[in-house]
């Protein structure tokens, strides 16, 4: 079976051709030969298979590493060479050397490829830069108490959102992605020599590009400077915690203004009940009638809604509206980033269609002037994110009240 990283090579090489075919013919004003859309339409072909099987290529990794953590063998990572360089490599050394400590080894060499990545999506370094490399493979830990621990930077992020759990896609990237998305399929029957009904084939597609997102934290000089894996823990988890509910409060509320991508809400216009059982209900007819009922189905939640959504039955007297975590057999999870539109909010439908990428590496820079006063430095930490709903109506929002 193949796996994801292969899968997302192929995903490239389609998506390059189908470039390279549509910068041709508008260069050249002209509309494709026979062989050319031959070409065109076999590459589109292959790139919405391959779109498809990648969520459930990544799935069934997930589920193996989760495997193998529950049975105690260790997650293997792709070569050795690569387990070796996240193994050895310090969070800690690289924090060490944004506060004027030297750098060298293989954080030095790491950040040197960090530096490629910040200039592949068109940004300039001014800081330490943590690689892809690092920041997307699993820190692995063995201990005779814990057993085998997995788990990369942007794995703490996610880990630290609901995201992972209604099944978004992840993307992680070094150039700016784009997505493209099949018109509609009219299928009908005709006679012998009747011309085929066009229902809109035209495709379209969702551009992905890098968004700055500036996470700090005030540290002491001392503190940073000490080789202390307590501290270095502390400072990855608490900036992942950050980073992370950050990426998600601008996935399910309006941050445009801040120069976030958009929101899921955005152009839909929001059902609305103040029965919160009908609400649920009419927002998966809604989405069943877009034929979009499949897939990481989910709902996503505003904690505001918590006690009506415990409280309630799906059928009165008869079951409540949720049971393990789940309405209706598909998950509901609850999250505080999810701000109010008008009224509390809810989101439901297929989040596979949701792709959210991070870009690159992550720069850490230190700013001694800020917090001077008061004897801390300031941690700065620039990351690269976007994300797109790529089919508009897999996802419906509702509001309550």
Excluded: C
């Excluded at 975590?325 to 609850?334: L, N, Q, T």
């Excluded at 996802?395 to 009240?401: A, C, N, R």
Aim: glycine share 8%; hydrophobic share 40%.
């Amino acid at each position: 079976m193949r796996n994801s990283k292969t899968i997302r090579e192929e995903i490239g090489a389609s998506k390059s051709t189908l470039d390279a075919l549509e910068t041709l013919v508008t260069s050249e004003n002209r509309d494709f030969t026979e062989e050319e859309k031959v070409s065109f339409d076999t590459n589109m072909e292959e790139l919405s298979r391959l779109v498809d099987e990648l969520p459930k290529t990544e799935k069934m990794e997930e589920i193996r590493k989760n495997a193998a953590n529950l049975g105690g063998s260790p997650v293997a990572v792709e070569t050795k060479e690569e387990k070796e360089i996240v193994r050895n490599f310090s969070f800690g050394k690289a924090v060490r050397a944004a506060f004027g400590g030297k750098l060298d080894g293989l954080e030095a060499e790491m950040a040197q490829e960090g530096e490629k990545e910040m200039a592949a999506i068109g940004r300039s370094s001014n800081g330490i830069v943590i690689p892809s490399m690092v920041l997307n493979r699993a820190v692995i830990t063995e201990n005779g108490t814990t057993g085998v621990e997995a788990q990369s930077f942007v794995d703490a992020v996610y880990a630290n959102t609901i995201l992972d759990d209604l099944g978004v896609t992840r993307v992680s990237s070094t150039t700016d992605q784009r997505i493209p998305i099949l018109g509609a399929v009219t299928t009908q029957w005709e006679t012998e020599v009747s011309d085929a009904i066009d229902g809109g084939s035209a495709m379209s597609k969702k551009d992905l590009a890098p968004k700055r997102l500036a996470a700090y934290v005030d540290f002491s000089k001392a503190a940073a400077m000490q080789a202390n894996e307590s501290i270095e823990a502390a400072l990855r988890n608490s900036i992942a915690q950050a980073v992370g509910a950050k990426v998600e409060y601008a996935l399910f509320t309006d941050d445009s203004a801040n120069g976030a991508y958009d929101y899921l809400g955005n152009g839909k216009t929001a059902l609305t009940n103040a029965d919160i059982t009908d609400l649920m209900m009419a927002l998966v007819e809604e989405v069943q009638s877009n034929n979009h009922n499949r897939g990481n189905l989910g709902f996503a939640i505003s904690n505001d809604l918590f006690t009506e959504v415990y409280t309630a039955a799906q059928v009165s007297g008869v079951n409540p509206l949720i049971i393990n975590d789940a309405i209706m057999g598909v998950a509901a999870k609850f999250s505080n980033q999810i701000a109010d539109i008008t009224n509390p909010a809810v989101y439901y439908g297929d989040f596979s269609k949701v792709q959210i990428a991070q870009f690159g590496g992550v720069e850490i820079l230190m700013d001694p002037y800020t917090q001077a006063i008061k004897g801390t430095n300031r941690l700065i930490l620039n990351s690269y994110w976007d994300a797109a709903l790529v089919q508009d109506a897999a996802i419906s929002v509702g509001t309550f009240g």
